[in-house]
């Protein structure tokens, strides 16, 4: 019979099946450094992932690793929104997600804040509509030079349990790790520069239902989104209360509207756009473009069926007319770059 063992990953049970040609102190290992999410209470498995029969042993808990990641990712692709995300949880399972790409600390400041508050994940924060998260506490991955990362259980590296509470996400914090920094800085980031920031470290994202609405509510819900530049991790645990008790600073955006098929300009394969600080932000598949300048006059005005001539007197209505240059001139260059990224097309 396969020896195996069940782990919960955001939420999803996942059976880990072990080859045979583990040893017992291997397969006491594999076991140990996930015992931090291991499920017990005899729930079914949504879905399996196999231990490598192949790679050497420390390859494989590597793989391993990224093998549930990837499954649970996967499995929730339209159920949640996914960061790339380090999290912790206060006493009331109020849940602070550090978001940032690989190299920006989220491992470390994982393991420094984990002796803090309770572990969430140092992977992944999937967040429900309701704000709910599930916990991930994966083995931390830590680097070792010439050598697979060394997978050490939560327990192994000294991180807190869980508090005996629901987990609900509280703060959506970028990080930027700067070593030149004396002390580490907070501060707000407007909807406009956050989105771009975030979907780069998001899973899945073009499976939701209108996702640049999705994250604006999500990041109205919470408050805002926050930078936080820091110049070591120790110096972060004393910032988590303030980081979860920050006052609200939401950002007024609304859905934009999207040529229709019969105008004279047309959308291209935009998933979703929304208006924020006088921008129109489009998302195109996973890839998003910040419209500034004149050019969110050009998308109102193509998505309210205007031709070229209706879209140079909105602009000229807005903007005034350019000095020493010709608006239409001007204009068409812009749909030309519009044109050119696949936001606008010519019917």
């Known amino acids: 019979m396969t ?6 990953a955001l939420g999803l049970r996942i059976r880990v099946e072990l080859p045979d040609h583990l040893d017992a102190s291997q397969r006491d290992l594999a076991k140990a450094a996930w015992s931090g999410a291991r499920g017990t209470d005899g729930r079914s498995p949504e879905k399996t992932v196999s231990f490598s029969k192949t790679a050497s042993f420390d390859a494989a808990m590597e793989r391993l690793t990224v093998d549930v990641t990837l499954a649970a990712l996967a499995e929730l692709s339209d159920r949640a929104l996914m960061f790339h995300a380090a999290g912790v949880a206060d006493e009331q399972g109020r849940v602070a997600a550090f978001v940032g790409p690989s190299g920006r600390g989220k491992t470390t400041l994982s393991r420094t804040l984990g002796g803090h508050y309770g572990y969430v994940s140092d992977e992944t924060i999937a967040v429900s509509a309701d704000l ?15 050598s697979p990362k060394q997978q050490l259980s939560p327990k192994e590296t000294g991180l807190l349990d869980l508090p005996d509470a629901s987990l609900h996400l509280r703060a959506l914090v970028l990080l930027d790790r700067d070593a030149t920094l004396d002390a580490p800085q907070i501060s707000t980031v407007p909807l ?12 899945y994202l073009k499976e939701q239902e209108r996702p640049l609405q999705a ?3 999500l990041c109205d819900q919470v408050g805002g989104v926050r930078m936080l530049r820091y110049p070591d991790a120790s110096t972060v645990p004393a910032l988590v209360p303030a980081l979860l ?5 939401s ?7 999207v040529p229709a098929s019969d105008a004279p300009y ?32 050009i998308w109102l005005a193509a998505a309210a069926g205007g031709d070229l001539d209706d879209i140079v007197s909105a602009v000229v209505a807005l903007h005034g007319e350019p000095p020493g240059n010709d608006a239409r001139m001007l204009v068409t260059a812009a749909l030309d770059e519009l044109m050119a990224a696949g936001i ?4």
């Open 132 to 146: 709910s998260v599930s916990p991930y506490r994966k083995p931390l991955s830590i680097v070792r030079d010439g």
């Open 3 to 8: 020896d195996s063992f069940d782990v919960d």
């Open 266 to 297: 047309v959308a291209g394969a935009i998933l979703d756009s929304i208006i924020t600080d006088d921008r129109v932000i489009v998302m195109i598949e996973s890839q998003i473009q910040v419209l500034d300048g004149i050019a969110p006059s």
């Open 192 to 203: 406009v520069d956050a989105i771009p920031e975030l979907i780069p470290q998001m899973s």
């Open 215 to 217: 994250i604006a509510r």
């Open 251 to 257: 950002s007024d955006w609304l859905p934009a509207p």
């Open 344 to 347: 606008l097309r010519q019917r």
């Open 245 to 249: 008790d920050h006052p609200d600073a």
